[in-house]
């Protein structure tokens, strides 16, 4: 069965993005993100994918969108719906990497968590969804101090399904 992984950077407000952009720049974080992805199919929406500064090597981008799109490249392919998008990853895990919308309706279908709680509040006009407590366990946290490449303390936190 294949694993869903949302992975994402919020605030402590769950906070995302604002103007289609993240709200910090956290060098670690942008590795861990890497490391974590590579190899692996990530699922996103349009406008996650348009914030990219270009297709992320190694990685497969499963794009969801209404628009009637094509590709050019095996690294990219547009689908329909979440479901389609889905359907369509090899990958185990797979990764849901934004946005708010395509969080919020994978959320249901997701399997594990991985997070970086960024320690401060932001103005934000995208959201993270409200994590179902009753539904998801934090099995990992491990803190990393703010330093001269990061300007914010954060938490890499991972949290497992524990129930449907």
């Known amino acids: 069965m294949k694993q869903i992984t949302l992975i994402a950077a919020i605030g402590e407000n769950r906070e995302l ?3 289609n952009d993240l709200l910090w720049h956290l060098p670690d974080d942008f590795k861990r993100f890497k490391a974590l992805t590579q190899e692996h199919d990530m ?3 349009y406008k996650t994918f348009r914030s990219l ?3 992320l ?4 981008h499963i794009v969801i969108s209404t628009k009637k799109l094509t590709s050019d490249t095996d690294q990219l392919i547009y689908c ?3 479901e389609e998008a889905v359907n369509y990853s090899k990958t185990n895990p797979t990764f849901v990497i934004g946005g708010g919308q395509i969080y919020n309706l994978s959320l249901a279908i997701a399997d594990k968590l991985e997070l970086t709680r960024v320690h401060g509040s932001f103005d934000a006009e995208v959201f993270f969804p409200e994590i179902p407590k009753n539904e998801f366990e934090l099995v990992k946290s491990e803190f990393h101090p703010k330093d001269d490449k990061h300007a914010y303390s954060f ?3 991972t949290y497992i ?3 449907r």
């Open 53 to 55: 500064p270009k297709l």
């Open 80 to 82: 329909g719906s979440l």
């Open 57 to 60: 090597p190694n990685r497969k």
């Open 161 to 163: 399904r524990t129930s």
């Open 155 to 157: 938490t890499y936190e």
């Open 43 to 45: 699922i996103m929406g």
């Open 17 to 19: 993005g604002k103007n």
